[in-house]
């Protein structure tokens, strides 16, 4: 026999979301870490100077996205000697990174058509770390593929040349240097959103209730009669 559920009032709702007391300082700390984790440096200042929120060096956010940039148009060669720049242990120290950023390079010349530069590239960059590396080996292969096929849409891996490849690879550089600098590789934001909406989906199925449907504007909305 099922069960009836609990009905809210929108009254008796905005009551106990009133009573839930968030300190302005950590809302300005949260928006605050989501513009610096995702590089936003212009509005991150802006925001700073306005709230009053602790002082950011806007200098790390635009060297990172200089990083990120070059990935993301495919400059990977740029983009690897940005990052030693930045810090040399960021790539000695985390192999898989610096495999990936060298796959994009061999991509990145599959891409242009250079077939006997990318053979010789894969040769001795990334086939030594093969050896060492059965994952490195397998990406390595599948990466190589690309060249056995004239026309790559029709090829089983032609998802390699996709722009989303490179955002792949600049998303992980990304976060590897944030790491490197003391941050958080993903901002809060996002987390919270989703748990937003896991939490009201499991109340759902308790009670009935005003809840937030679309979380561009956050505004309560009465459930349907």
């Not at 802006?46 to 990935?71: N, P, Q």
């Not at 909406?197 to 459930?223: C, G, H, R």
């Amino acid at each position: 026999m099922a069960t009836s559920k609990k009905v809210i009032t929108r009254v008796d709702w905005e009551k106990k979301l009133n009573d839930v007391k968030v300190r302005k300082e950590d809302m300005n700390k949260l928006v605050m870490n989501f513009l610096v984790t995702e590089g936003y440096v212009e509005a991150a200042e802006k925001f700073r100077l306005e709230s009053g929120t602790e002082h950011i060096d806007l200098a790390t956010i635009t060297d990172r996205m200089a990083v990120k940039k070059a990935v993301q148009s495919g400059n990977v060669e740029d983009a690897i000697e940005k990052v030693n720049d930045l810090n040399p242990e960021i790539l000695d120290t985390n192999p898989q990174l610096y495999f990936h950023l060298q796959q994009q390079r061999l991509i990145e010349l599959i891409r242009n058509g250079k077939v006997e530069e990318a053979l010789e590239f894969a040769q001795e960059e990334l086939a030594p770390r093969g050896e060492e590396n059965q994952g490195f080996l397998q990406e390595l292969e599948r990466t190589v593929a690309l060249l056995a096929f004239e026309d790559v849409t029709n090829c089983p891996v032609g998802e390699l040349l996709d722009i989303s490849q490179r955002l792949k690879t600049a998303s992980e550089v990304n976060a590897a240097i944030l790491t490197s600098q003391s941050h958080e590789k993903d901002p809060k934001l996002p987390s919270l959103l989703k748990m937003l909406v896991w939490v009201q989906n499991q109340l759902d199925e308790k009670a009935t209730y005003p809840q937030i449907t679309d979380l561009s504007t956050a505004a309560l909305e009465d459930p349907a009669s």
